[in-house]
């Protein structure tokens, strides 16, 4: 068999976020937020605070994300209260910016609003986005509720470092959209990818991700231009679909994805160790990495300077190829993906790969292409799998790359 599949980029089905809005001048934020969360394919159903009318009018709200804003609970149209059927028809509930009343109401229970009352009803995943000055949040009945709510599977991002609104430096403004608009597509991603796979969840994943580095002296070294987002976005929606992750991470300039067990290393040797050690309970490997292929016979322990009259030569040697290692080691139903970067992709070398490594997929990706690959938010690529079929994955965010990525692992390929 020898086919290909053209993947979507986008969701067959829309997503549903409830976005609650509190009294902290990042509601203007907000707004933004839903602008391009709605842009996105995202319907999105704001909630707001009395204080955060004082703020931002409610107008706003509504023109952005071309549905009803609900400000309180006593204008119920119809005979079903709008929290309760928020609650119902949305997938996740973000709040941002919460403010520090907020997280009170919501680690002590209390529902005295319309949010606060839809928080309590909702029974999907719930994450904030805390803002307010900074001796606030770093007082100890705040970061009390704060733990009381991570203990409760509520998700943070952020605060900030920065300047706030009422001239204070230090931790407590409101995330930039970007960031938060990050969070909630990894959320939906993991959301759908779990709905996919309910009936036969994974149990452990591990990724690696990011560059090596092989030093030749203390400030010298051979390595890349991964960044390591891909194998970041992978760990990111499979922690949000519920799966135990573990990433295997090289230098990169990445926060840890959140609800992953991070492994930090450097070269290549160090990601071989790493990996020994995790595979054997490892249901799925995804091999984003982009492993350095030699490393320098000889390194020095002190800084090779230069002279001008004298060419530098170095030799090198090949490193492990870990690829090929995990996969000629694994057991029986475990399931290995491999990632190539290509300048040529063609599809004889790359089933060639696909049988030398013996891996059960791989994922090419032409990094020549625009807006795709290395260092980039995005990436495009064709999966071959080791049935001879082929499938593309079109232009998309890396988010989007990742969920149909692990889609393509159903449980009847292991």
Partial sequence: ?????????????????????????????????????????????????????????????????????????????????????????????????????????????????????????????????????????????????????????????????????????????????????????????????????????????????????????????????????????VAAVAAAAGHEVTLISGPVSLPPPAGVECRDVQSASEMRSALKEELGQADILVMTAAVSDYTPTHTSDTKVHRENKHQLNIEFEPTPDILAEAAASKRDNQFIVGFAAETEPTQQRAREKLQQKNADMLVVNDVNQPDAGFEGDNNEGTVYLKDGSTKHIQNCDKTRFAEQLLAMISPQSL
């Fill in 1 to 233: 068999m020898n086919t290909q599949d053209q993947t979507d980029a986008h969701s067959s089905t829309t997503s549903a976020v409830a976005l609650g809005v509190t009294g902290s001048i990042g509601a203007y934020k907000a707004a933004d937020l839903t602008s391009r969360l709605t842009q996105s394919g995202v319907d999105v159903h704001v909630v707001m605070t009395e204080n955060a009318t004082k703020l931002v009018q409610p107008q706003t709200f509504l023109t952005l994300s071309r549905n009803p804003v609900t400000t309180d609970l006593w204008h119920i149209p119809e005979w079903n209260p709008e929290h309760i059927a928020l609650a119902e028809r949305t997938d996740m509930l973000m709040v941002a910016p919460a403010t520090a009343n907020f997280l009170g109401k919501l680690a002590a229970g209390i529902a005295d609003d319309a949010l606060s009352t839809l928080a309590l009803s909702h029974e999907g995943p719930v994450m904030v986005a805390p803002a307010m000055n900074p001796a606030m949040w770093a007082h100890p009945a705040v970061q009390e509720n704060v733990e009381t709510l991570q203990r409760r599977g509520v998700q943070f991002v952020g605060p900030a470092e920065g300047i706030t609104a009422c001239g204070t430096k230090g931790i407590g403004r409101m995330e930039e959209p970007d960031h938060i608009l990050k969070a909630i597509r990894t959320q939906l991603a993991g959301l759908r990818l779990r709905q996919a796979q309910q009936k036969h969840p994974f149990q452990r994943i591990v990724v690696t991700a990011g560059p090596t580095r092989e030093f030749l002296d203390p400030v010298r070294f051979l390595s890349n231009r991964s960044s390591g987002k891909m194998g970041y976005a």
